[in-house]
């Protein structure tokens, strides 16, 4: 799938570019659900990223940069949840129901965005490594095995090898981030 920078996502998206659309879409559904999860239930939260995600294509000429089309995107996530969430009869019920606790106060709101926005960052960076750097980060890093045992899966035969992937697998990793 082609990459776009964030200005050229924005004026695709203005002039409904399907490509555009679905890369937008692709990149950013995943997160809206884990964000609206922290109010609903895993199906309510796909069917309200799916559908706000559609509005902020539809009304992207609005926008000025992709960063406030995202944000607004966001706010819209939080607040269809929230008014799904009061269809419930109480909401000790919908937090019973929901993958995850929902967050309080308005700090912990923009942590929570924050998280996911790294989550993705770093999932989409480990997209972008060579095949056997994301392999060994992924394997020590997210399956916490030892060095030792990622070179014999991997057929490697020294362990500053793979420690040296990782290393240069983590600068570029640092690299790809948008922080």
């Known amino acids: 799938m082609k990459k776009y920078s964030d200005d050229e996502l924005l004026s695709l998206l203005k002039v409904c570019d399907k490509k555009a659309q679905t890369y937008f879409y692709q990149s950013y559904f995943i997160p809206m659900v884990l964000y609206a999860m922290h109010w609903v239930r895993r199906d309510a939260a796909e069917d309200i990223a799916s559908e706000r995600l559609m509005i902020a294509m539809e009304i992207a ?14 706010t819209s996530v939080h607040n269809a949840s929230i008014n799904d969430l009061s269809k419930d009869n109480t909401r000790k019920n919908a937090e019973a129901n929901a993958d995850y606790p929902a967050a309080e106060a308005g700090t912990a709101l923009d942590i929570e ?4 926005e790294m989550i993705t960052q770093v999932s989409r960076g480990l997209k972008e490594l060579p095949p056997e750097m994301a392999a060994i980060i992924r394997s020590y890093y997210l399956e916490e095995k030892p060095i030792a045992e990622i070179k014999t899966e991997m057929g490697i035969r020294k362990n500053n090898t793979v420690a040296q992937k990782k ?3 983590l600068a570029l990793l640092r690299s790809f981030l948008k922080f």
């Open 113 to 116: 965005k924050m998280y996911v």
């Open 61 to 74: 000429a609005n926008f000025d940069t992709l960063r406030h089309l995202v944000n607004y995107t966001y």
């Open 167 to 169: 290393l240069r697998g």
